[in-house]
């Protein structure tokens, strides 16, 4: 079982940057791919990036290619999201999701979600 808390979000101005936290429970964190999605009001939740357990990255490459960095850190337990040049339409509410199979697109644990509102 693990259990995920997000932290970090808040409201910055377009081109302004963010950095979200997702911190985990559990001594088996090292293992788990750890991704985040996020949510605009009357929208689907989309896919935004993932970290493998061996450290590779996958982004959602439209959306935010060459402006979000994810990042683990294991003896830390914890996954961040580093977001820079922020536009309007990042705003949304942004979660973290872990899942024991690395090559699964689907993850069995979710946190709560922190909002991030990024104003014009």
């Known amino acids: 079982q693990v259990q995920l808390v997000e932290s970090g979000g808040g409201s910055v101005q377009a081109g302004g940057s963010l950095r979200l936290s997702c911190a985990a429970s559990?001594?088996?964190?090292?293992?788990?791919?750890v991704g985040w999605f996020r949510q605009a009001p009357g929208q689907e939740r989309d896919f935004v990036a993932a970290?493998?357990?061996?450290?590779?990255?996958?982004y959602n490459v439209d959306s935010v290619k060459g402006r979000f960095i994810i990042s683990r850190d294991n003896v830390k337990n914890t996954v961040t999201l580093q977001m820079n040049s922020l536009k309007p339409e990042d705003t949304a509410v942004y979660y973290c999701?872990?899942?024991?199979?690395?090559?699964?697109?689907?993850?069995?644990?979710w946190g709560q979600g922190t909002q991030v509102t990024v104003s014009s």
């Open positions: 970290i493998r357990r061996t450290g590779y990255r996958i």
């Open positions: 559990g001594r088996t964190f090292s293992t788990y791919k």
């Open positions: 999701a872990a899942t024991g199979d690395d090559s699964s697109q689907g993850y069995e644990y």
